[in-house]
T-cell receptor
Framework: SQQGEEDPQALSIQEGENATMNCSYK?????LQWYRQNSGRGLVHLIL?????REKHSGRLRVTLDTSKKSSSLLITASRAADTASYFC?????????????FGSGTKLNVKP | EAQVTQNPRYLITVTGKKLTVTCSQN?????MSWYRQDPGLGLRQIYY???????DKGDVPEGYKVSRKEKRNFPLILESPSPNQTSLYFC??????????????FGPGTRLTVL
């Protein structure tokens, strides 16, 4: 399976601290995306990084991609209680399965006020 | 408002009783997809459609059927539901006919329990 692994599975931090989540995947990809899910609700897209990009920023989010290691990280700076959610990385299936979509198992982030 | 809608939001049914979960999007998106979410497993793709009348299997298609007769609708059909299909289901759509190129927009989810 292409499904990614996310690390850590759960993360608890204080408001104002930075949160870093990691994602690894198994085969080549075209793009990698990060999504947020609040407690059983629909996922919301955060950021997309293409395979030829190494780093991307959006507000308090910073995403890196290392295709040689097949890994990505999501950094949330100056976290807020409202950032409490589960975060998932998602990839296409690369050249062999480019129309399929694969999600990681997620990191559950708890930001304490 | 641009959105993906799913119905019903909650459903309790019994083994073997055919059911359909509807999904509709108003963004004129080509690509639509169904996922199931189970604890500890993230989201797994069931079926996807690149455009009208074009559908294909995802990672976990067994026990499910789909159809794409119109661009906006992508219903998920369980012909004979079983307890192992108890899960949280999400429909999603994205612009273009290729996965991963653009962001996916997700519906609110359908929580299905099969007794």
């Amino acid at each position: 399976s292409q499904q990614g692994e996310e690390d850590p599975q759960a993360l608890s931090i204080q408001e104002g601290e930075n949160a870093t989540m990691n994602c690894s995947y198994k085969t080549s990809i075209n793009n990698l995306q990060w999504y947020r899910q609040n407690s059983g609700r629909g996922l919301v897209h955060l950021i997309l990084i293409r395979s030829n990009e190494r780093e991307k920023h959006s507000g308090r989010l910073r995403v890196t991609l290392d295709t040689s290691k097949k890994s990505s990280s999501l950094l949330i700076t100056a976290s807020r209680a409202a950032d409490t959610a589960s975060y998932f990385c998602a990839t296409d299936g690369g050249l062999d399965n480019f129309n399929k979509f694969y999600f990681g198992s997620g990191t559950k982030l708890n930001v304490k006020p | 408002e641009a959105q993906v809608t799913q119905n019903p939001r909650y459903l309790i049914t019994v083994t073997g009783k055919k059911l359909t979960v509807t999904c509709s999007q108003n963004m004129n998106h080509e690509y639509m997809s169904w996922y199931r979410q189970d604890p500890g497993l993230g989201l797994r793709q069931i079926y996807y459609s690149m455009n009208v009348e074009v559908t294909d299997k995802g990672d976990v298609p067994e026990g499910y059927k789909v159809s794409r007769k119109e661009k906006r609708n992508f219903p998920l059909i369980l012909e004979s539901p079983s307890p192992n299909q108890t899960s949280l289901y999400f429909c999603a759509s994205t612009q273009g006919g290729v996965a991963g190129v653009n962001e996916q927009f997700f519906g609110p989810g359908t929580r299905l329990t099969v007794l």
